[in-house]
């Protein structure tokens, strides 16, 4: 199975960026597609952007996109989510969920702050 570890997550002023890591344990990292997801207190968990296995396709949200870059480095078994100009709306517990068709790992979430 998978183990995935998010960190990056910090207190940083509006405008600001930060770079957020998903580690995933294992040899298998490639067969697995990776998404970001974000749940603020009272709000649903929401769906911000998926890659696929090999990196070539990506996927965002209308709510961060042109703003947030995912990315991945199979060789360091880890997915990146890139987020710049952030806002106090950005404000939530950030995390990764790698998936096949038949399943599905999350990891245990990165607190973002973004102060206003």
């Known amino acids: 199975q998978v183990q995935l570890v998010e960190s990056g997550g910090r207190l940083v002023q509006a405008g600001g960026s930060l770079r957020l890591s998903c580690v995933a344990s294992?040899?298998?990292?490639?067969?697995?597609?990776v998404g970001w997801f974000r749940q603020a207190p009272g709000k649903e968990r929401e769906w911000l952007a998926s890659i696929s296995r090999s990196g070539d396709k990506t996927y965002y949200a209308d709510a961060v996109k042109g703003r947030f870059t995912i990315s991945r480095d199979n060789a360091k078994n880890t997915v990146y989510l890139q987020m710049n100009n952030l806002k106090p709306e950005d404000t939530a517990a950030y995390y990764c969920?790698?998936?096949?068709?038949?399943?599905?790992?999350w990891g245990q979430g990165t607190q973002v702050t973004v102060s206003s």
């Open positions: 294992g040899r298998s990292f490639s067969s697995y597609a």
């Open positions: 969920n790698a998936f096949q068709t038949t399943r599905a790992y």
